[in-house]
């Protein structure tokens, strides 16, 4: 049966999406908790030399919305650099599940994205890898 | 209905309780959730509806004689002082409290037992001395003892629970000792929906020496509540949950226990006498009641308790032992549904499960689309959840206005979550429009 809110797109996402799982050597790592509903995601992101986001993976637990979010991000951020990451806001991830929700769901929708905001933030502390310049993994 | 496995046979059977005789008093449950859309509200161990008495009760505050209680000498607020204290005068009548005197308004169920570990916890428990708890508190009934014990050194101890969630007395018969100096429970689950056997642990505790706090949050709204009977030493409640307003609630303590106390919040009313250097307390129950209380909605707890009072409590018990049995039978019905409540005749009225690839909230969301109310998360009872193995529930809790064509609405809804979570198409299972990058 197709349900006109949690649609097929949302589901497939959330039940078996092709990036979930984890990199062999992620350049940025972050966790997001949803204390609310214990939606839990964790995310790897691979850079490649010239600083574009290359892979992008996501593992954890929780509703089908934060875990279709999660990898419906996932889909949009392999290609970007990390400035287009930067610049995809909160509205553009509501915008991306594209369904209506309410407040407290709409939590559920921002997890990923916000965990992505921290994987972002611990990249411009420390030197972006360049081309000429290899760069120490900043997890190390 | 589950009257084969009731352990009571009682030779006279209650005439049955229609709730539509009832439910039109309730002016919420006439609403529809959307256009189209009626209310299935089966939320009510979060908070359940208002009747009309109790609206029209809280209203005559604000529309006739506001005014602040125990201080002016004028008409309105002597009429307000005396709507007040009535209000207390059938609190104490309906549980079967000595007096007046030992009813004592707060908050609710949290700041209920918060004063108790703040007053009677922090003057007379002494590091190393014992507090046994159950494994099915309510967070209200947790934290503030966990509080206590990091800051007093109290240890904390729980009872166990057998696996078809009803309380293991053995378990309790073991954390029970000599230095057990307070045995604060739930008399009802509000995840698993057990009745727990109160005398049976009062019993226990007085045996040591230990002093009882009942949390009768889910309890007061189930059935009647006599403290005198049950013996506890304290009883918590909240107003909310028992057809009243929100932001007000009861302590009830034995005099004795509560003339022991040092009060909580220092201010107005809690005072005979204030000078410079010292301060005399006021007498019970005063002495607890810093400031200007929620008149409104004590008078509100008031009526309340007066709708309570009036109802046939045979009947109604009865009546929900057969939502809580045909709802447990029908649920157990749908493939991947998994029951954690207690069995109906030791059950107040909760049913909580989880369904097989639909996390509750998801659950919870397609219901609400159908006007069907539940919670779903942890509700307030993280450790429960942790005994149990699930990381959250979705819970369906019933009271006396509820009927069976609600429990029929839940289960149709949990089939319709069932089948949109639970496709059983061939196509391939990946809707990424592009491939992902290797990692």
């Known amino acids: 049966m197709v349900d006109d809110f949690y649609r097929e797109e949302i589901l497939d996402h959330s039940q078996s999406s092709p990036y979930r799982g984890r990199l062999d050597r992620p350049d940025l790592v972050a966790d997001g908790v949803n204390p609310l509903c214990g939606d839990r995601i964790h995310l790897e992101l691979g850079l490649a030399p010239d600083g574009t986001i290359g892979a992008v993976r996501f593992d954890g637990s929780g509703c089908a919305i934060s875990q279709a979010s999660a990898s419906m991000l996932a889909e949009q951020l392999e290609g970007k650099s990390a400035d287009e990451a930067r610049r995809f806001d909160r509205q553009a991830m509501l915008d991306l599940l594209g369904i209506p929700l309410t407040p407290a769901r ?35 | ?123 007379r428990l002494q590091p190393g001395d014992e507090i046994v708890l159950t494994a099915l508190e309510h967070h209200a009934n947790l934290v503030p003892w966990l509080m206590l014990a990091r800051e007093r050194g109290v240890v904390l101890r729980y009872a166990e629970l057998h696996p078809d969630g009803t309380l293991d007395l053995d378990s309790l018969d073991r954390q029970i000792g000599s230095r057990t100096r307070l045995v604060a429970f739930s008399g009802m689950s509000n995840v698993l929906g057990t009745l727990l056997p109160i005398a049976e642990i009062v019993a226990r505790a007085q045996a040591v020496g230990a002093a009882t706090l009942l949390d009768a949050a889910q309890l007061v709204a189930h059935g009647p509540l006599d403290v005198a009977a049950l013996g506890v030493d304290f009883a918590a409640f909240s107003g909310h949950k028992m057809f009243g307003p929100t932001g007000i609630g009861i302590l009830y303590g034995r005099r004795e226990r509560l003339e022991a106390m040092p009060p909580v919040l220092g201010g107005g009313d809690m005072v005979l006498e204030v000078h410079r250097d010292r301060a005399e307390w006021n007498e019970l129950p005063y002495k607890f009641e810093a400031g200007t209380p929620p008149i409104a909605q004590a008078i509100g707890l008031g009526a309340a308790v007066q709708f309570l009072a009036e109802l046939d409590w045979d009947a109604i018990t009865a009546h929900q032992q057969q939502l809580v049995a045909s709802a447990q039978a029908r649920l157990a019905s749908i493939s991947g549904v998994r029951l954690f409540s207690a069995p109906a005749y030791q059950n107040g009225g909760v049913v909580s499960f989880t369904v097989d690839g639909v996390h509750p909230h998801d659950l919870a969301q397609i219901l609400d689309r159908r006007g069907v109310a539940i919670r779903a998360g942890q509700h307030c009872a993280m450790p429960l959840h942790e005994t149990l193995g699930i990381p959250a529930s979705a819970r369906a809790s019933f009271c006396l206005y509820n009927c069976q064509s609600e429990v029929e609405s839940l289960a149709q809804a949990v089939e319709y979550a069932c089948s949109v979570f639970h496709r059983s198409d061939s196509r391939s299972p990946n809707a990424a429009r592009k491939s992902p990058a290797d990692g």
């Open chain 1, 106 to 140: 709409q939590k559920c929708c921002l997890l990923a994205w916000k965990t992505l905001q921290k994987a972002l933030e611990s990249a411009s502390s420390t030197p972006a890898p360049t081309a000429d310049v290899p760069a120490p993994c900043p997890r190390h």
């Open chain 2, 1 to 123: 209905m589950s009257s084969s496995t009731a352990p009571i046979i009682t030779s006279e059977v209650p005439a049955p309780f229609d709730p539509w005789s009832i439910r039109s008093r309730f002016p919420v449950l006439t609403r529809e959730v959307r256009p189209g859309v009626p209310l299935v509200y089966l939320d009510n161990a979060a908070t359940s509806l208002k009747p009309w008495s109790v609206i029209r009760a809280v209203q005559s505050y604000d529309t006739e004689f506001t005014a602040n209680v125990h201080r002016g000498l004028h008409t309105l607020s002597e009429e307000a002082t005396a709507a007040y204290e009535e209000a207390r005068t059938s609190v104490a009548r309906y549980i079967h409290a000595r007096d007046e005197s030992e009813i004592i308004f707060t908050r609710g169920t949290t700041e209920s037992i918060n004063l108790v570990a703040l007053s009677f916890g922090r003057t």
